[in-house]
């Protein structure tokens, strides 16, 4: 069975920084286009960062400066999250298209991890 576990999370003050890590588990060669979202009690699911399978990065206007995704290894990619705001407090998912043995699997979703920035 193909997952997708997010950790990293936690409470930080404003001017803080965390690394958030998604890393696939399962019989997989390894993670292709995978993101980054964010979702805050009492709104949508946003898009945060993005990595392309070729490896480019992109991001939310939101997050740009502060924000970097990266991978480690073909099965592990973070969120470098410096600079953090009160408003960058959500649930952290990670969603990523996951070569395996029998084909890709797109459009997983990670369980998500708590992010929360005091003032």
């Known amino acids: 069975q193909v997952q997708l576990v997010e950790s990293g999370g936690g409470l930080v003050q404003a001017g803080g920084s965390l690394r958030l890590s998604c890393a696939a588990s399962?019989?997989?060669?390894?993670?292709?286009?995978m993101a980054w979202y964010r979702q805050a009690p009492g709104k949508q699911r946003e898009l945060v960062a993005g990595l392309t399978s070729g490896g480019s990065p992109n991001y939310a206007d939101s997050v740009k400066g502060r924000f970097t995704v990266s991978r480690d290894n073909a099965k592990k990619v973070y969120l470098q999250m410096n600079s953090l705001k009160p408003e960058d407090t959500a649930v952290y998912y990670c969603?990523?298209?996951?070569?395996?043995?029998?084909?890709?699997?797109?459009?997983?979703w990670g369980q998500g991890t708590q992010v929360a920035v005091s003032s």
């Open positions: 399962g019989n997989i060669f390894s993670i292709n286009a």
């Open positions: 969603n990523a298209d996951v070569w395996t043995p029998v084909g890709t699997y797109r459009g997983i």
